[in-house]
């Protein structure tokens, strides 16, 4: 299928194409991801994910089309609710900064499929810079935590997607902003040699999870996320495995 803004994000296009979000679903619990793929399995949408969401679509230019999507923005008196007001601070503050609104100045959710390691990818680019840079826009709680997302796997196959269809290896950046009281905000390169890293890991794995999206392998129940949880039945164990963990 061809993918456009209206049918990126439908069960069929989760079939037919593997995402970054779904490799790190895999990576995170193999059970889990398949649920979710098959629809039997929906990961509740927090608010913190919205914030992030209604900044997203904010530089997307569709932050009026977001409000009149989610009416739970928005308290009973019909006042926006205090993580997005705080979301619209962090745009403000964002707007007048140079060197971020540079870094988003490019195309905007740019949709890209592509074959990869024998299987077909979709990513969507908050900002595509044709001979600059890819960057990606990311509300975060804290500067510090931002190794633990493996955003490294994103500019990884983000980099060699742009690279495959358009002949063009283009540096990856992440746009940060943070949710603090003070909110930080800084553009971070991730360096190349980190990409390759990530990209030689992607190479390794996505064969299995491949074959598990294909029927072909069982997937593994990591036993500990609410999905593993969610499904679970009772067992008699013995207490000392907790004081092993
Ligand atoms: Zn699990």
Redesign the pocket.
């Known amino acids: 299928m061809i993918l456009n803004n209206e049918n990126y994000y439908s069960p069929e296009a989760n079939q037919e194409y593997m995402s970054v979000s779904q490799y790190k679903a895999f990576m995170n ?1 193999e ?2 991801a398949m649920a979710s793929i098959s629809g039997r399995y929906e990961r509740p949408t927090t608010r913190a994910l919205l914030v992030g969401s209604f900044v997203d679509r904010y530089f997307e230019g569709t932050l009026d089309e977001f409000l009149k999507e989610n009416p739970t923005l928005y308290t009973r008196k019909h006042e926006l609710r205090a993580e997005f007001k705080r979301a619209n601070q962090i745009i403000e503050a964002v707007k007048t900064d140079p060197k971020f609104m540079d870094a988003m100045s490019g195309e905007k959710q740019r949709i890209f499929t592509f074959d990869l390691f024998g299987v077909k990818w979709k990513a969507k680019l908050d900002s595509y810079n044709p001979g600059k840079a890819i960057t990606d826009l990311k509300v975060v709680a804290r500067m510090d935590k931002l190794p633990m997302w493996r955003y490294d796997i994103q500019g990884a196959v983000y980099q060699k997607g742009v690279e495959i269809v358009t002949g063009e290896k283009l540096p990856f950046y992440l746009a940060v902003v943070t949710k603090e009281r003070v909110m930080d905000r800084d553009i971070w390169q991730i360096p190349q040699s980190t990409l390759d890293m990530a990209l030689r890991q992607v190479e390794e794995n996505i064969g299995r999870y491949a074959d598990i999206k294909a029927g072909l392998l069982e997937p593994v ?5 609410d ?2 949880k969610s499904i679970k039945q009772a067992a008699v164990r013995n207490y000392n495995e907790l004081l092993e963990a």
């Open positions: 619990c059970a889990a129940h990591c036993g500990r996320c999905y593993c």
